[in-house]
């Protein structure tokens, strides 16, 4: 496995790190063509913007609509980003990767579906048609860290464990953010010019959604959680916290509607204090906002009956469920 160096966001030169950076993309690619794909994160904003300063428009860049981002995202991200006048084709792939996730519960085979549709089957598509010889992608050392710890398998995590993206894929990965965590990563936005709710954006699972849901990934239950997680990230937006989300359990629990009982859907409340997402604590949320929270998901989504909150800190528990 390839041990990463890391540079804390505290001790970069960030013109320097920028300049290299721009200087590395251009040597790898030459005068051929790359493409990145951009899910709106943190991570894929950053790394769009610096890619587009190396390469222009040789540089291609897909945003891959895989059915289980959240509400109106597509839209969103495409708007923003023809403003920096950069832009975003939307692929429609969510046919393929619901088609991927169907029956598989275990945590490892779900990410790992998702890894396998994305790199194989839509993105190794797009990079054929293109002829496009690398992928440029917004990898952090976070990502590593926990993938080569056994953590979790982090999509987008291959050379570290051995695995040869061209061998495999038929084109090679470049991570120019790999040496940085969230909090470098955010610098570099900010250096790059972008606006700031772009880089400052809570972060966003490579697996998006369907990292908020345990057990079997449905259009059904994607529905649900994305309507969750709306309400939530509303309701937080103004709260000083690294990461806040919805989850939608697996089990059913018992509720009432109408007065008769009834089993229904459970959805889990996270927010999270942390500088670079090794370690989390659980924000201390005033019971008020918590309660609004809950009344509004019980109140819109009539398949919940049952909203919590988790107190546990990271580790035992992780920031994401799955």
């Known amino acids: 496995m390839i041990k990463m160096k890391e540079i804390k966001a505290g001790n970069m030169n960030l013109d320097k790190f920028i300049n290299d950076k721009v200087q590395a993309i251009q040597q790898a690619v030459g005068d051929g063509l790359a493409v990145n794909a951009l899910s709106g994160g943190v991570d894929s904003c950053v790394v769009t913007a610096l890619g587009h300063r190396a390469l222009g428009n040789r540089l291609k860049t897909?945003?891959?609509?895989?059915?289980?981002?959240?509400?109106?995202?597509?839209?969103?991200?495409?708007?923003?980003?023809?403003?920096l006048g950069?832009?975003?084709?939307?692929?429609?792939?969510?046919?393929?990767?619901?088609?991927?996730?169907?029956?598989?519960?275990?945590?490892?085979?779900?990410?790992e579906a998702i890894t396998q549709t994305f790199y194989k089957n839509v993105f190794g598509k797009l990079v054929v048609k293109s002829k496009a010889k690398y992928l440029l992608q917004g990898t952090i050392l976070t990502d590593v860290d926990e993938t080569v710890a056994g953590i979790k398998r982090q999509h987008n995590v291959f050379e570290q464990l051995g695995i040869d993206p061209q061998k495999t894929f038929g084109y090679k990965i470049l991570e120019p953010l790999i040496e940085l965590r969230k909090d470098g990563v955010r610098k570099v936005g900010a250096g790059l010019g972008l606006p700031a709710r772009m880089f400052e954006r809570i972060p966003f699972p490579g697996p998006a959604l369907a990292a908020r849901v345990i057990g079997e990934v449905t259009p059904a239950k994607i529905a649900l959680v994305r309507k969750a997680?709306?309400?939530?990230?509303?309701?937080?937006?103004?709260?000083?916290?690294?990461?806040?989300?919805?989850?939608?359990?697996?089990?059913r629990?018992?509720?009432?509607?109408?007065?008769?009982?009834?089993?229904?859907?459970?959805?889990?409340?996270r927010c999270w204090n942390s500088k670079d997402a090794r370690t989390a604590s659980p924000t201390r949320l005033s019971f008020?906002?918590?309660?609004?929270?809950?009344?509004?998901?019980?109140?819109?989504?009539?398949?919940?009956?049952?909203?919590?909150?988790n107190i546990t800190?990271?580790?035992t528990s992780t920031i994401e469920v799955v």
């Open 288 to 309: 008020d906002v918590l309660e609004k929270i809950a009344s509004k998901i019980t109140r819109e989504i009539p398949e919940v009956v049952s909203v919590t909150y």
């Open 253 to 269: 629990v018992t509720g009432m509607r109408n007065n008769k009982r009834v089993f229904g859907n459970q959805i889990e409340i």
């Open 86 to 111: 950069i832009k975003v084709e939307v692929v429609d792939a969510s046919k393929a990767f619901f088609t991927a996730l169907k029956g598989i519960t275990d945590p490892e085979e779900k990410r």
């Open 229 to 251: 997680t709306s309400i939530t990230e509303a309701a937080l937006k103004d709260v000083k916290a690294f990461q806040y989300l919805a989850i939608l359990h697996e089990d």
């Open 62 to 83: 897909y945003m891959i609509d895989n059915g289980i981002m959240r509400e109106n995202e597509p839209a969103k991200v495409v708007a923003a980003f023809k403003k």
């Open 313 to 315: 800190s990271k580790p």
